[in-house]
């Protein structure tokens, strides 16, 4: 172990990480393509995107180039009363390839941020026009960020305990399993018809954190429109599923009826840096333009558009936009889809599923999907130990590579997981 582990873990405190019992995190000195590369020189093949961020690879050079060259010319400037090319031409860019219906782009700095404004701006836009609606509708299972805004209208789980006091009230509707689709209908009419509710918000058709879940596009369309019908703004939390996970560009782009805001993050920068947008309608955001100064959105961010962020963004679309990204995407979709085909009556395999470049199926391990199942806590050695790195949540084990991802190294990640799959020994040895 390097000196440098040790003089992490006498400084640091790391995120979502047990701070007993955990294995000791490994040294990155460098990473290139889909690998990550140690300081003793090993590879281990990003298998998860780190944390579901990186889209084209990591230190691709474009971006790094259009970083240098942003941070030499203008690093930061205080984004209210002034404004800069390169988040002009983000903004115009993101609204070119978003929904028709989105109009306006509000900078932040990360995803919970990103959801923690689509909330504040769909309450305000009723409080501005002195209309009552107090209510927000959410899906159990659902992870949108960890403030507290963003925890409120998540899953209630024992991440959340030590703060359930202080979250707000949330009505949560069942996540639509095939099987309950109109049950969740039902719950969600009945809400949505008091009258009370400012607005619904979800991952659209897959929810993340909850372990890849993925739900029917026909059910959410019928639900926004209910929603839309009754005034209700649906926030559709993409941060996630946007730019080219579920296939196409955006999950919403696989609905009829378009969501009123969207949330971004996570690939926006192509993961090179942190960096949140909000995006509305005109109609939102018209509630706000009055020349009463109470009506202004309050809310910002020190670094609200850092142009060197901005110029990441830029530089991620320029790579997400060309027809390689889209060849990569439909290449690693057909992969997946032959991968399923390959598992999905394996004696280990539940309910293995493929959303775009997505992959995630669950392993029969008689407990159910909570995260603090142990299967998590031997196969992430197990396959570091491979040089693949996977992250499974609770039992659930999946892939959402970057697109750069080459087809040999794909095969090798699938012949890892299926030689753990065919040899479940591995487990006990591993214990
Ligand atoms: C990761 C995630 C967030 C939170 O983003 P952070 O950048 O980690 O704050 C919000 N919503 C969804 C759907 C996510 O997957």
Known sequence: MSSWVERDSKAIWHPFTPLRGMEKPLMIERAEGVHLITDEGDKIIDAISSWWVNLHGHSHPHIAKAVAEQSAKLEHVIFAGFTHAPAIQLAERLLKILPENQAKVFYSDNGSTATEVGIKMAFQYFFNQVIKRNKIIAIDGAYHGDTFGAMSVGERGPFTEPFNPYLFDVSFIDFPTKDKEEEVFEQFKTLIETGEVASFIFEPLVQGASGMRMYSAELLDRMIALAQANE????????????????????????????????????????????????????????????????????????????????????????????????????????????????????????????????????????????????????????????????????VLYLIPPYVIGSQVLDYVYNTVLEFLDNPEIIERNK
């Open 232 to 395: 209700v703004i649906c926030i559709a939390d993409e941060v996630m599923t946007g730019f080219g996970r579920t296939g196409k560009l955006f999950a919403s782009d696989w609905l009829e009826n378009k969501p009123d805001i969207f949330c971004l993050s996570k690939g926006l920068t192509g993961g090179a840096m942190a960096m949140g947008v909000t995006t509305c309608t005109d109609k939102i955001q018209s509630a706000y333009r009055s020349n009463d100064l109470m009506k202004t959105f309050f809310h910002g961010h020190s670094f609200t558009a850092n142009p060197i962020t901005c110029a990441a963004a830029n530089a991620s679309l320029d790579l997400l936009l060309a027809e390689e990204c889209d060849a990569n995407r439909a290449r690693i979709h057909q992969s997946h889809l032959d991968f399923v085909t390959q598992i999905e009556n394996h004696k280990m395999v539940r309910n293995a599923r493929v959303m775009g470049t997505i992959l995630a199926f669950e392993m029969n391990t008689d407990k159910d999907t909570s995260y603090f199942n142990e299967a998590r806590h031997y196969l992430y050695p197990y396959f570091i130990g491979k040089g693949v790195l996977l992250r499974p949540l609770g039992n």
